[in-house]
């Protein structure tokens, strides 16, 4: 599992650095990332067998991967919209344009937190793919990600404390009926809600936390433990910053704990200052953050309190089940530990931000998502390991404080996904537009017309020109559209992307030139309360080019309408 997920992410991690840091071409570092993975795979091969010996394992692995996979698609896929879906803010095409600027003349772009980017260029490289599909793939690699690592971590985790064949199968039927429980209610919620507002470089880093937390979890040596966290933190770093701070500040405080556990005076010492380091910039990192307390933007407020509420909760609980496991298991303590500190810090830093009476706004409101999905992946994986243990020692055999804890997280988990689930509530009705996938969708809207720009790209072609604009009334669509036809922002976080193209409507127009605009009655109906509700000339600028005597307007299909299918309309100089 964790070589998959190895050959799915390092070269695009390396390259991502490379670039950010040394400005380095993307595919200095996509060679290192490869030559590293070759190097892993070899020794990994060498040290351990490639695949597991025990055949029911292999078919509940197996079957766990299909069915947590099958579900997403089935509850986020929505084929009508291409899988991936908007609720009105203009954020996947600013990081469309981020994409553009990072890889063609910006490495020092968006603060260096461009992993997302660089892989889905990648994979635009790779396979051909265009931004949108490219995107696409971006986001679905989070679940997949996750997926393969609780997966892969609880396999690991069974391997070390087990030889009981019936223990191992036991802990993984658990995860897979817990995963199957709690994503629908809380995960997928969470990713869909993520992905519609755009936030996908927020949204991508859970994959380096969620393997920064198996990666100090698993390995016996003290020093690898150390490793692990410091090549962690930097690919977190370039991922996404915003909780930057609480993983300095848990790593820190880990790092001081392992210097505990490593032997020899003479190298504790480093671990320590290791350690301390860590500390040091995570205040850095705090204060870095301070200035965004007073940023607005578009986000769906949900009941925070509430979340927080649960969070701390959560923390308390964890606190218990340390405690109450047994010491012979310490792969299971070094999960919690480590959940429990990035959530505990995260909730620390939450409550003193409320406390000082700060207003709460867009990034206070996405502070807390991070702490949520790695609160929730160890509660499947403890409430895994805690079945199995049962298993372990025969059912009839299990002293009842064993089956006490088991039976104590079992509903821990169950009532902390309601409890976060109640929190976000708020974006239910636009989940249910998804899971439903068929019109109408009142609560969601098309991220791009794929229809309409395969028509645009044919136009393109047939015509000899050049892109000049596309209009629409969907400000996340106008932007997200634009990039994707070849037009980039020049200064796209000034701007923020293409917004005043729809504000305006100016589009570029001249010889050798093609402009677009989407023509359906729904449209017409949305220029005019735009440029009503803004001062906007939109709908003047699009009935005047409508009016042209050269217009030219084709239907297309869009099974995302009720009516199947929608109009663009285009000139050409």
């Known amino acids: 599992m964790f070589l998959v997920l190895l050959w799915l992410l390092l070269p695009g991690a390396l390259a991502n650095l490379f670039r950010a840091v040394l400005g380095l071409p993307l595919w200095v570092g996509a060679v290192a990332g490869t030559a590293g993975g070759v190097g892993v795979t070899w020794k990994v091969l060498a040290w351990r067998r490639a695949w597991p010996t025990y055949g029911p394992l292999v078919l509940i692995q197996v079957l766990y991967l299909i069915t947590t996979l099958g579900l997403t698609w089935r509850i986020l896929g929505i084929p009508a919209l291409g899988g991936l879906v908007s609720i009105g803010g203009g954020d996947a095409?600013?990081?469309a344009a981020l994409q553009m600027d990072f890889v063609t003349h910006k490495p020092k772009t968006?603060?260096?937190?461009?992993?997302?980017?660089?892989?889905?260029?990648?994979?635009r490289w790779l396979f051909g793919l265009d931004t949108f599909t490219s995107f696409r793939a971006g986001?679905?690699?989070?679940?997949?990600?996750?997926?393969?690592?609780?997966?892969?971590?609880?396999?690991?985790?069974?391997?070390?404390l087990w030889r009981s064949g019936r223990a191992m199968v036991a802990a993984q039927a658990t995860l897979w009926v817990a995963t199957v429980t709690a994503w629908p209610f809380l995960l997928l919620r969470l990713l869909h809600y993520h992905q519609s507002d755009g936030f996908y470089a927020h949204l991508f880093g859970t994959v380096p936390l969620v393997l920064a937390w198996l990666a100090y979890a698993l390995p016996r040596s003290p020093w690898v433990r150390c490793a692990?966290?410091?090549?962690?933190?930097?690919?977190?770093r370039y991922t996404y910053g915003l909780n930057l701070g609480d993983l300095l500040a848990a790593s820190g405080?880990?790092?001081?704990?392992?210097?505990?556990?490593?032997?020899?005076?003479?190298?504790?010492?480093?671990?320590?200052?290791?350690?301390?380091?860590?500390?040091a910039a995570a205040t850095y990192a705090y204060w870095r953050l301070l200035p965004l307390k007073d940023i607005s933007g578009g986000i769906t407020f949900y009941s925070y309190a509430r979340a927080l509420r649960v969070q701390c909760w959560t923390v308390v609980g964890l606190l218990a089940v340390r405690f109450l496991s047994s010491r012979e298991e310490p792969v299971e303590r070094r999960l919690i530990d480590f959940a429990l500190l990035f959530a505990g810090v995260n909730a620390l830093v939450q409550q003193a931000y409320l406390g000082a009476g700060w207003r709460v706004d867009y990034y206070f409101l996405k502070y807390g998502f991070h702490a949520v999905v790695?609160?929730?992946?160890?509660?499947?994986?403890?409430?895994?390991?805690?079945?199995?243990?049962?298993?372990?020692?025969?059912?009839?055999?299990?002293?009842?404080?064993?089956?006490?804890?088991?039976?104590?997280?079992?509903?821990g988990l169950f009532e902390v996904t309601r409890g976060w689930g109640r929190a976000f509530k708020i974006y239910v009705p636009s989940y249910w537009d998804r899971v439903r996938a068929e019109p109408p969708l009142p609560n969601l809207d098309a991220l791009e017309d794929r229809g309409a720009v395969a028509l645009a790209r044919?136009?393109?072609?047939?015509?000899?020109?050049?892109?000049?604009?596309?209009?629409?009334?969907?400000?996340?669509?106008?932007?997200?559209?634009?990039?994707?036809?070849?037009?980039?922002?020049?200064?796209?976080s000034r701007t923020n992307g293409h917004w005043p193209?729809?504000?305006?409507?100016?589009?570029?127009?001249?010889?050798g030139l093609c402009v677009f605009w989407e023509a359906s009655a729904s449209d017409w109906e949305g220029y005019q309360r735009f440029s009503k509700e803004e001062g906007s000339p939109l709908a003047d600028v699009v009935r005047g080019l409508q009016a042209r005597p050269d217009a030219v307007c084709r239907e297309h299909a869009a099974p995302w309408v009720a009516s199947g299918s929608r109009t663009l309309c285009y000139r050409c100089d």
């Open 501 to 511: 193209l729809f504000v305006s409507g100016q589009v570029r127009q001249g010889p």
């Open 374 to 411: 790695l609160l929730l992946c160890l509660g499947l994986l403890v409430i895994s390991i805690r079945v199995g243990g049962l298993f372990q020692k025969g059912l009839a055999r299990a002293g009842r404080w064993e089956w006490a804890l088991a039976v104590l997280v079992a509903v």
């Open 458 to 492: 044919q136009v393109l072609r047939e015509e000899g020109k050049s892109f000049g604009g596309y209009l629409s009334p969907s400000w996340p669509r106008t932007n997200f559209t634009n990039v994707e036809l070849g037009w980039v922002p020049d200064d796209w």
């Open 253 to 279: 405080l880990l790092v001081l704990l392992e210097a505990t556990r490593v032997s020899g005076s003479k190298y504790r010492g480093g671990v320590v200052l290791l350690g301390l380091v860590f500390l």
């Open 228 to 236: 692990a966290l410091a090549v962690f933190v930097v690919f977190y």
């Open 139 to 160: 986001f679905y690699l989070v679940p997949v990600s996750m997926a393969l690592a609780l997966a892969g971590g609880l396999e690991f985790v069974a391997g070390r």
């Open 110 to 123: 968006y603060e260096g937190f461009t992993f997302f980017h660089t892989l889905t260029y990648g994979l």
């Open 93 to 95: 095409g600013n990081h």
